[in-house]
């Protein structure tokens, strides 16, 4: 608790103590002894004003400024209403006192405000836990010494000190030093990773162990910290359509309460149907029961801790409005590079011809690489263990952009495709597997040939799973790269459609065809990370970015960012959307059916003033336990 939850408690506990004390002195009739009838009444009125005021005087407060602003229909209107009624039978002495009734609603209704209040802190946790990934300052290296300056001072290119135990500040390449990176805090992800010179690393982890410097490749504004920090700010605004409803609901059902509450207290004894007091008596019970807060309070709070407990796992939903739509999600689609596959060329096989040593393969092939900038040669270099010596290599050049060429240690070396080969008169033959075929000549002889491929993610077979598993019908990729490849894949990880060989124009052609295909409430994702995925993340009615390395433009046009690039996180997401949904429906059925029921009872004179409290207070208090489960996310 902060400090004004604490000062807020104790005054209800002064109120709490005063009024149970002045409750027992009504009910063992000292009041009586000592003051006669009906002057027990009036003391009655006096004592119980007491506990009534310490604890409500912030309510009348509000409601009386409200009034004067002419927003008087709302929760703190009806409360101050009703409990001033129930003092107010004081003036029909002849009935039975009111006012330990009026002085309790007051009371349970702060203690359900205060309890709101708690509820709500503890769902902030979750979100403030992101917000303190904000970097305080920067350390930037002059004249010998580590100065500490502001990180929006800090300049692209600049080289950055992190000590162990402070925040990267900004987004960066690392250029000294060897450390363990705690990403909790954006991913979820509690095994820590390692970082060395030349590993890009993003801001808002905490370095653990060594001392990094990193030379800075964004400037703060637009590093991981500062999006995820924007994303979170402004999630609160984005409301769901039932969040909305419940707003609109509220409005409008207040003032015909209140209404409602008049003519029930009026039009009978007016009509001779009954005394005043007791009439009034009937209004008032039915002001108590109908204060809508158990859906005000709760409908808000489970969105709430939807989102926030998803941003406890690295999913980070800019708004309930995306929530709401991806609980309704029965088609989810992919695109391949980066998001099913990890983006990056890997040498997969190696087939040398008969009597060729698989080396004698990767190392020409690496030296004739050795100067290209493709990802296809920096995937051989990497997978070649040796130096290259950079002395043994001479012409090399693009072979008519099939291949390349060079001359090593004055043998003539090709490596390229099955045209390069086809051009040169070179017998080959083809590969079983599926990916980017390099053959490879030395002095006209075809000595074998490599296969690299974009290696599918450790999670995603699981990812496809997961999703049929929780009920969405159809699983796509689509993809620009070959359509043998993407089978393969698509095969591999048990995809219902496959669409490959398309521009990006093409892959927001097929999203608007799935689109017309959707029936009903039922909602498309698409999940993507690269600058060409932006229009089709914008299109789909959820869109979904890998957001740890994503691009920038990916991030923004997305509705829901996935921090650490797992696509299992998207089954996950979906999940917590669903018990977000369920537990506000819970909630808007129970209080509702609860309310109209004790309404009808107190219209009819059955329910008195403490099954009120109970219909608002109690129902309130059940909905906000109830909407707190949204935050927790283990195991969903």
């Not at 002085?103 to 349970?108: G, K, S, T």
């Not at 708690?118 to 917000?131: E, F, H, L, N």
């Not at 496809?464 to 698509?490: N, S, Y």
């Not at 109690?618 to 969903?636: E, H, Q, S």
């Amino acid at each position: 608790m902060n400090k004004k939850q604490k000062r807020w408690r104790n005054r209800i506990l002064v109120a709490l103590a005063i009024f149970v004390v002045v409750f027992a002195l009504e009910e063992t009739g000292t009041l009586t002894t000592m003051f006669g009838t009906p002057g027990d009444v009036y003391a009655s009125f006096a004592l119980f004003l007491i506990p009534y005021l310490i604890a409500g005087y912030d309510v009348l407060h509000k409601a009386w400024r409200n009034i004067r602003r002419g927003q008087a229909f709302d929760e703190a209107f009806l409360m101050t209403v009703a409990t001033v009624g129930a003092f107010a039978m004081v003036l029909f002495p002849e009935t039975e006192p009111h006012m330990a009734e009026g002085a309790a609603v007051m009371l349970f209704y702060q203690v359900g405000e205060l309890f709101q209040s708690y509820a709500v802190g503890q769902s902030r946790k979750s979100i403030s836990a992101m917000m303190d990934i904000a970097p305080d300052y920067a350390n930037i290296e002059q004249d010998g010494q580590l100065v500490e300056v502001d990180p929006d001072e800090v300049q692209v290119g600049d080289i950055i000190v992190v000590k162990p135990g402070e925040r990267v500040p900004i987004d960066g390449v690392v250029t000294e030093g060897v450390s363990q990176l705690d990403t909790a805090a954006l991913t979820g992800e509690s095994v820590p990773r390692h970082v060395e010179p030349g590993a890009d690393i993003i801001s808002g982890c905490i370095n653990m162990t060594g001392i990094l410097h990193i030379r800075t490749t964004k400037p703060f504004g637009e590093s991981t910290v500062s999006r995820i920090l924007e994303l979170v700010e402004n999630a609160s605004e984005k409301k769901a359509r039932t969040e909305n409803f419940i707003t609109r609901f509220a409005r409008v059902y207040t003032p015909i309460v209140t209404i409602s509450a008049v003519v029930l207290a009026v039009v009978p004894p007016i009509l001779g149907m009954g005394a005043w007091s007791d009439w009034i008596l009937r209004g008032l019970t039915f002001l108590v029961v109908s204060c809508p807060c158990a859906l005000v309070i709760s409908v808000p709070l489970s969105f709430f801790g939807g989102i926030g407990g998803a941003s406890k796992l690295g999913i980070l939903v800019k708004g309930s409005n995306y929530l709401e739509l991806l609980s309704k999600v029965d088609t989810v689609v992919f695109d391949k590079t980066g998001t099913l596959t990890n983006g990056t060329f890997n040498v997969v096989a190696i087939h040398p011809e008969s009597g060729v040593d698989p080396d004698y393969v990767l190392s020409n092939a690496a030296y004739a690489e050795a100067f290209s900038d493709h990802p296809i040669a920096i995937s051989i270099r990497e997978a070649y263990a040796g130096e290259i010596d950079q002395a043994r290599i001479a012409d090399a050049h693009e072979e008519s952009g099939h291949g390349v060429s060079a001359r090593v240690d004055e043998r003539v070396v090709m490596v390229g495709n099955d045209k390069l080969m086809a051009e040169h008169g070179i017998d080959w033959h083809e590969c079983k597997l599926t990916g980017t075929i390099l053959h490879v000549t030395v002095d006209g002889t075809y000595v074998g040939h490599i296969v690299i491929a974009d290696v599918v993610k450790e999670d995603a077979e699981q990812t496809i799973r997961d999703l049929h598993a929780a009920g969405v019908a159809k699983c796509v990729m689509l993809t620009g790269d070959r359509r043998d490849v993407a089978e393969a894949v698509g095969k591999q990880l048990g995809l219902d459609e496959v669409h490959a060989q398309l521009l990006p124009a093409d892959k927001v052609s097929a999203v608007e065809r799935l689109l017309n295909l959707e029936h009903g409430d039922a909602k498309l994702a698409f999940v993507g990370d690269g600058i060409n995925d932006a229009p089709v993340l914008m299109r789909a009615d959820v869109g979904i970015a890998m957001g740890a390395m994503g691009s920038d433009a990916a991030i923004e046009a997305a509705d829901v960012v996935l921090m650490d690039d797992k696509p299992s996180k998207i089954s996950l997401a979906i999940r917590i959307a669903r018990k977000t949904m369920r537990i506000v429906w819970q909630n808007i059925i129970f209080a509702l059916a609860v309310k109209i029921g004790i309404l009808v009872l107190a219209a009819l004179g059955i329910a008195n003033m403490w099954l009120a409290v109970f219909g608002d207070v109690g129902v309130a208090m059940i909905a906000i336990l109830n909407a707190m489960r949204a935050m927790r996310v283990k195991g969903v």
